[in-house]
């Protein structure tokens, strides 16, 4: 009775309101979540190793045993970009545990049995038995199937199990199901580790019945605790949320045995072509009675798949519905078959984040999620789309502008097609079919990928330890990494890739680096390819280059046979371009109805060194068989003349990949700048080298300093003030401020060359905010509208206030 008096008061005392950017992320919150050694031919390269990664814990998982090789609490953690890096990537997993470091067993009756094999049947595609189903900034969750149990005589136990395993930066949790068949004996699922925790790791084991989508499961669930410091036990965060149409409470339940807390969103009944400019609000109170900082992990969930799923953004807010920067992973999953379902199979959105409450406060803020547009303008989307249902079953990334299908996806593995560019589709041009509807699904004219190496001996090189980082998943632009290192650990590989709002076509910025580690004699090399061997089916009539300046040859390409058809291409001048044009609206051969594209490739920037010698870009065109169409690839190359790379050598380059309408009618979008001029210049090179000429920018900055020229990058000045003046530009152009101190009511203003007032976009309404834990700033991103009448360059002076100021 006593110790009730004294604790009572201590809780009841008020808690002090703090504003959401209190609880942003530390360096070392973040996971990443990749295969060891990577994949070839469809199949994970031997030994199949899957890799863990947080910011203090890193684990080596076989799944052939379902067994846990090495786990490691990390004396320094790391941060995301340090966990990208090829080299701290491979001792970021020290082994502390032996082999067979993880017991899995079931007890039926008087009978123990043990785990003695795991994922035995691979060659089923379409269920994969080692499923990545979420992976991201702050979660990663995966499942190992066909859980194989012996007893002492080597007797199988007759059950279905898996493992699944679930990551947050400070915690693992392994969780045993097994299924329970009416009528047999109990079965009793227990997880242990062979050997003692790693020091700073706590261990806390549970065990439940549960209902789930495929029946009745008997769970064994291992929880594996590295936070620091270490808490001690406290009153719990209390998560209040409200759905703001109806003014209903939002049910939040803690979820132990995954570390969230589950926010199941109502379910909606709306079409997305009739409300692009949807945002919906959730306002969210968080709070934390206790007298330590506490974690709150929270899974908002809408398990009915929403209409707008391609391209939502979940986004965090405060309270009056200001940018706050911190992430908010998006998972999702469309894939569903009508003759076999499977457990985790679509449709359903997730979407997580982390937040660090202060002690003894209470949080306001607002979780938000928005559709096709953003402040009046088709969004930018970058997630990860979960297989399970589809096949294969691993990381797969899909981006999107609006709402209305996928732009651009991913296959960091490179393994259904073995290229990491995948379906590529224009946007806003009607759509698949013979009544060619807007608002839809077009056409796939994809196919491409980065960095392709064969050795001395001809042998093709794939990447390994392919790490995701998921700086910004949108809505005005995306920033996705991908880092990994050929098989042969001669070349480190990081490519960016960004998505930008915009109301015109569909482009991608690709932003790519190579690193020779080691002398690296070569067949053949491609720094990247626009087309790939095994996926390109469909073809191209002409093919034109040039620059800025205008054509410097146009031809008809060729196609097939898979040998080069031409090499040692220069591309001189300023934004050399590649036009591949002329297209035939098939696929796989067939004829199709709807919307088509061209496709270009521009070379903002290139820096390298290779062969010791500073080099300029050349590109190939080799001749393709995919689909049993012959077609061919553009290629960017090292010089004609070159065989073997130094060590030291490397490759920096910016490209832009555009993706235009080929028929002027097909295009219903709002910009009548690229409206009028498709009516003249459709399905030729001139499209491509408008987009190469509009967007060489000149860009001179009188406060801040531009660390990036394309999409430009202006670094606020210590006073977080930004002005510069930007030349050229078409469409809609974004623009990054860096290094602010707060990432809410900022606003943008511009004017012509004189002065005069323009426009303004604030971060309220038309805003992106990031924030970066590496230097505890944030950053802010507009789409600025650039286009001119006849598309002559024009000068702009930009400015970032205040949002009080208004325009100057």
């Known amino acids: 009775m006593v110790l009730l008096c004294v604790i009572w008061p201590e809780v009841a005392r008020p808690l002090e309101p703090a504003p959401p950017t209190a609880c942003v992320p530390l360096p070392q919150d973040h996971t990443s979540l990749w295969w060891a050694h990577g994949w070839i031919d469809g199949a994970p390269r031997e030994p199949a190793l899957l890799c863990l990664q947080a910011g203090q814990l890193a684990a080596v998982f076989d799944p052939s045993t379902a067994n846990l090789l090495r786990l490691d609490n990390l004396r320094r953690p ?22 067979n470091g993880l017991r899995l067993s079931v007890r039926s009756g008087n009978t123990l049995f043990h785990c003695v094999a795991a994922a035995t049947n691979r060659h089923d595609w379409m269920n994969f038995p080692v499923r990545i189903i979420e992976s991201g900034r702050f979660f990663q969750r995966f499942d190992i199937l066909q859980l194989v149990f012996e007893d002492s005589h080597g007797a199988r136990l007759p059950a279905d199990a898996r493992l699944e395993v679930v990551a947050w930066p400070d915690r693992l949790h392994l969780r045993l199901e097994i299924a329970v068949a009416p009528g047999n004996d109990p079965l009793e699922p227990a997880i242990a580790l062979a050997s003692p925790c790693p020091e700073g790791v706590r261990m806390h ?15 064994a669930t291992l929880t594996l605790d590295a936070t620091r410091p270490a808490r001690v036990p406290a009153p719990p965060v209390e998560v209040v949320i409200v759905d703001q149409q109806t003014g209903s409470p939002v049910v939040a339940s803690l979820d132990s045995g995954r570390g969230w807390h589950r926010v199941e969103l109502p379910v909606r009944s709306w079409a997305i072509a009739e409300q692009p400019d949807r945002l919906d609000r959730y306002p969210l109170r968080l709070s934390n009675p206790s007298d330590q900082e506490q974690i709150v992990r929270l899974l908002f969930d809408d398990p009915s798949g929403t209409p707008g799923i391609t391209g939502v953004n979940p986004l965090l807010l405060t309270g009056d519905g200001e940018p706050t920067g911190i992430p908010v992973q998006t998972s999702k999953n469309w894939h569903r078959q009508s003759d076999r379902r499977f457990l ?47 096949g294969w079953n691993q990381l797969w990334d899909q981006a999107a502008i609006g709402s209305w299908g996928e ?37 796939n004219v994809g196919g491409g990928d980065f960095l392709v190496y064969e050795n001395a001996e001809g042998r093709y090189q794939p990447w390994r330890a392919v790490r995701t980082s998921y700086v910004s998943q949108g809505p005005n632009l995306t920033d996705v990494h991908y880092s990994g290192v050929t098989a042969d650990g001669h070349i480190a590989c990081h490519v960016a890739v960004s998505t930008p709002r915009t109301d015109d076509l569909n482009r991608s910025y690709h932003r790519l680096r190579y690193d020779i580690l080691k002398p690296t004699p070569f067949r053949r090399l491609a720094f990247y390819q626009l087309g790939s061997d095994r996926y390109h089916w469909h073809q191209y009539g002409r093919l034109a280059r040039g620059n800025a300046a205008g054509l410097i040859e146009e031809f008809d390409p060729g196609r097939g046979g898979r ?8 591309c001189p001048g300023s934004a050399p371009w590649f036009s591949l044009h002329d297209g035939i609206a098939a696929d796989g051969g067939k ?8 496709r270009g490739l521009v070379i903002r920037s290139w820096k390298a060194r290779l062969g010791g010698r500073d080099a300029a870009p050349y590109a190939s065109l080799f001749g393709t068989e995919a689909g049993r169409v012959p077609s061919t690839n553009l290629e960017l190359s090292p010089p004609p003349e070159l065989k073997e790379l130094q060590r030291g050598d490397f490759v920096e380059a910016d490209l832009e990949l555009l993706i235009l309408p080929m028929v002027a009618g097909d295009y219903y979008g709002p910009n009548t700048s690229l409206k009028a001029s498709l009516e003249t210049t459709a399905n030729t090179w001139r499209e491509v080298q408008r987009q190469a000429a509009g967007n060489d920018l000149r860009i001179k900055v009188q406060r801040g300093r531009l660390t990036h020229p394309y999409p430009p990058v202006i670094q606020a000045d210590r006073r977080d003030r930004a002005d510069f003046e930007i030349t050229g530009g078409l469409g809609y152009l974004p623009v990054t401020i860096s ?5 809410d009511r900022w606003v943008l203003v511009w004017g012509d060359a004189r002065g005069r007032p323009e426009g303004q976009l604030d971060t309220q309404t038309a805003g992106q905010a990031t924030y970066v834990p590496e230097v505890a700033k944030w950053r802010v991103t507009f789409n600025v509208p ?9 000068t702009r002076r930009l400015s970032l206030h205040p949002s009080s100021h208004g325009l100057p």
């Open 78 to 99: 790391m941060t995301y970009e340090e966990s990208l890096s090829a080299l701290t990537g491979r001792a970021a997993a020290r082994a502390t545990l032996p082999n």
């Open 205 to 219: 084991l549970d065990s439940q019945l549960e209902d789930g989508a495929s029946g009745r499961m008997q769970i």
């Open 344 to 390: 985790y199979d679509g449709p359903w959105l997730h979407a997580f984040t982390q937040l660090r409450l202060p002690a003894r406060s209470r949080v306001d803020a607002q979780f938000a999620l928005t559709w096709a547009r953003w402040g009046g303008v088709p969004a930018a989307s970058h997630a990860q789309l979960c297989l399970v249902g589809w």
């Open 407 to 443: 732009s651009i996806c991913y296959e960091p593995d490179a393994i259904q097609m073995r290229c990491r560019i995948d379906d590529i589709r224009p946007l806003m041009v009607t759509g698949m079919g013979k009544d060619r509807p807007k608002w839809s699904w077009t056409h």
């Open 563 to 570: 040998v080069y058809r031409r090499t040692g291409i220069p």
């Open 591 to 598: 004829p199709v109805e709807g919307g088509w594209a061209t």
């Open 739 to 743: 290094g602010l101190d707060h990432p």
């Open 786 to 794: 650039m286009d001119t009448r006849s598309d002559r360059p024009a």
